[in-house]
């Protein structure tokens, strides 16, 4: 008999909110199985509090993506560790692992050093502001297209199917500058515990 | 002591002492939690970042992979200075720690007896 499955669909600006509600799902008694394209989460019936999820990115300091070798290695050590890699397809695919690991085998940490604390934080902090320039460029472009479409149907063509297609234009514009915010917002909090991980480390390694 | 070098942290201490034999990932995960009898429990980002830190500085390397194509990972000769150096500034504290709490109690003793 298949076991009882939901889908929820959620979008959250930063990793450690979707881990909060995978989290917050698991209490609930449904582990997650499969992430598609980053918003749909699919969940399977389990006991309450069964599972712990945990999720990581796999980037180096510089926001640059792992190779698919260090990726295995780390999904390796965490299937040893008897964590089970939720499959997941990702416009960003390849950035973020996604583990559950049952809550009885114990406290389920995947960096518990300070450095590594600090490398994955790093890393988080670099992916944000990587997207947020790619969204910075999108916009700066799609506001210029917007302005030479409106320049077009006030000087040459008074077409409003021109003033039709700015609008359609600057709509874009302002979801872009929505993605660009998300992005954004949380590299303040990065930066914080990057900076209090670096102060505790000089006391306590 | 020789600043340079910089004191190892506990986990990378701990990794290293664990490679004086071949391992692989978890295995290291293992030996690290028996050595420290249950105390330190790596986890499998802190594990994985120290080994390519390790590989980088030239302190342990690969050394094949095990029957189940894990790969393996051993110390080498400036891991094992590393660790010596390491020990010799771990013994440095402990002992000057020591003598400095034996000083002290002695002088807390005398002042008890004076009262």
């Not at chain 1, 297609?165 to 915010?181: H, K, R």
């Not at chain 2, 034999?21 to 290291?28: F, I, K, N, Q």
Request: proline share 2%.
């Amino acid at each position: 008999m298949s076991k009882q499955k939901t889908t929820k669909f959620r979008i959250y600006a930063t990793i450690d909110r979707e881990e909060v509600f995978l989290n917050e799902m698991c209490a609930q008694g449904w582990k997650p199985v499969r992430i598609i394209l980053g918003a749909w989460f699919v969940f399977e019936k389990c006991e309450p509090g069964e599972y712990i999820a945990r999720v990581t990115t796999c980037v180096d300091p510089k926001g640059r993506k792992a190779g698919k070798e260090r990726r295995r290695q780390l999904s390796e050590i965490l299937t040893e560790s008897g964590a089970e890699i939720i499959p997941e397809t990702n416009v960003d695919a390849g950035t973020r692992i996604y583990a559950v690991r049952k809550e009885a085998m114990g406290d389920f940490e995947i960096n518990t050093d300070i450095d590594s604390l600090i490398f994955e934080y790093t890393g988080r902090r670099r992916y944000h502001i990587t997207f947020a320039v790619m969204a910075a460029v999108f916009i700066i472009l799609s506001v210029m297209l917007g302005s030479l479409m409106i320049y077009d149907f006030l000087v040459n063509t008074g077409d409003k199917r021109t003033i039709v297609s700015a609008c359609l234009e600057f709509s874009a514009t302002a979801i872009l500058l929505v993605c660009f915010l998300m992005l954004l917002m949380p590299v303040p909090s990065y930066s914080k515990k990057i900076r209090e991980l670096r102060s505790r480390r000089e006391f306590e390694e | 002591m020789n600043e340079s070098k910089g004191a190892l942290t506990e986990a990378v201490y701990y990794i290293l002492i664990s490679l004086y034999s071949p391992l692989h990932g978890y295995g290291v995960i293992q030996n690290v939690e028996k050595l420290s009898g249950g105390r330190v429990r790596l986890g499998a980002g802190t594990l994985y970042g120290a080994l390519n830190n390790l590989l980088g500085k030239g302190w342990i390397m690969e050394c094949g992979e095990s029957g189940d194509r894990k790969k393996e990972y051993i110390i080498t000769e400036a891991g094992k200075r590393t660790v010596l150096d390491e020990t010799d500034r771990l013994q440095e504290l402990l002992d000057n720690g020591r003598r400095l709490l034996e000083q002290q109690k002695r002088i807390e003793g005398k002042g008890q007896q004076a009262t």
